[in-house]
């Protein structure tokens, strides 16, 4: 079985700056894509980050020139570094992992930017 674990978020002021991270256990061989979610409240999940297992990333326009997905494939933990934090990108943050043709999600990180 394959566990996931966000963690790093908080409150900060706009213009901030945060790095979660996306620590993967259990039966992982192997490099594997990556992506970032987040879930403001009242509204849909939607797509931030990918960094597939060439290490090839992508971003949401949104997030664009702000945030930097990244990995330590040593240690199986993704990171999202966010800086120039605005109040639009209040919301949980979710890490999903592809591992043998599954999806496993963690349970996020609340990410707070006050204004």
């Known amino acids: 079985q394959v566990e996931v674990l966000e963690s790093g978020g908080g409150l900060v002021q706009t213009g901030g700056s945060l790095r979660l991270s996306c620590v993967a256990s259990?039966?992982?061989?192997?490099?594997?894509?990556m992506a970032w979610f987040r879930q403001a409240p009242g509204k849909e999940r939607e797509w931030v980050a990918n960094?597939?297992?060439?290490?090839?990333?992508s971003y949401a326009d949104s997030v664009k020139g702000r945030f930097t997905v990244s990995r330590n494939k040593w240690k199986n933990t993704g990171y999202l570094q966010m800086i120039n934090l605005k109040p639009d990108d209040t919301a949980a943050y979710f890490c999903?992992?592809?591992?043998?043709?599954?999806?496993?999600w963690g349970q996020g990180t609340q990410v707070t930017v006050s204004s």
């Open positions: 999903r992992i592809d591992v043998g043709g599954q999806e496993f």
């Open positions: 259990g039966s992982i061989v192997g490099t594997f894509p």
């Open positions: 960094l597939n297992r060439y290490d090839t990333s």
